[in-house]
């Protein structure tokens, strides 16, 4: 074999041998890539590495078959000649923004209704023309109103005030009035034969802690044995 033949024969093994050796490097390059970078949430391209470049002077990077640029979920083959890239689909979180503007006033609850209610009787030791109290809920009467006052846990106002009695006055008249709060007076009066009342106002007003009772004023002296039974409204936000 003269040398020239055999020096082209060295050359063109030699080439043979790098170009095997370049194309294991990127199989090896592109494999590597695609087994770090198969996380949900990359984008996947392909960027030109063999010194070409586009006419606007960029590096050429390559979509998918579909001509989709990139893939979130899936690494791409590149061809001879490319290099696989891949970057964060989703950057990281930014600064916190500037408190927006105030919301519109909500509007007012309605208010809730509730039912209070009590009564006792007027027993033979109170026949007298004082004044006498009858409590919330049920029990007997008393002169003395801090017996019987009960205290309000709530703030709110009472209205809706209706009496009955189990006695007609006949030439006489009792007259009912809420107390413990502020405003009012908040009362009605049975008299004759009439054995009830009721008045819708004016109403009054409680706050926490106040106590109520319901008190009884007659013009004349009740007999013993005299029920009287009340309810109101107690209305509050």
């Known amino acids: 074999m003269s040398i020239g033949k055999y020096l ?21 390059n592109a494999s590597a890539d695609s087994g770090n970078a198969m996380a949900v949430g990359l984008v996947h391209a392909c960027v030109q590495t063999n010194g070409a470049h586009m006419g606007d002077g960029l590096t050429y990077l390559q979509g998918d078959d579909s001509g989709n640029f990139g ?12 290099t696989p890239i891949h970057w964060n689909a989703e950057g990281p979180q930014g600064p916190i923004g ?6 519109e006033d909500g509007e007012d609850a309605d208010p809730q209704v509730s039912i209070i209610g009590g009564g006792g009787e007027h027993n033979d030791h109170l026949k007298t023309h004082d004044v006498i109290y009858f409590p919330m809920f049920h029990g007997d009467a008393s002169p003395d109103v801090t017996e019987v006052e009960q205290v309000i846990p709530l703030g709110g106002y009472v209205s809706e005030l209706n009496v009955r009695i189990s006695d007609a006055p006949r030439n006489g008249e009792w007259k009912f009035t809420i107390v413990g709060g502020s405003g009012g007076p908040l009362a009605c009066t049975i008299a004759g034969a009439a054995t009830s009342c009721s008045v819708s106002g004016p109403t009054v007003g409680f706050s926490p802690g106040d106590r109520l009772a319901l008190q009884a004023d007659p013009n004349f002296s009740p007999k013993g044995g005299v029920h009287v039974r009340w309810t109101a409204a107690f209305i509050y936000e």
């Open 98 to 103: 500037p408190q927006g503007p105030p919301g």
């Open 8 to 28: 082209l024969f060295i050359g063109v093994a030699v080439s043979v041998v790098l170009l095997l050796a370049l194309a294991v490097t990127q199989f090896r």
């Open 71 to 82: 893939n979130q979920d899936t690494a791409l083959d590149c061809p001879l000649g490319f």
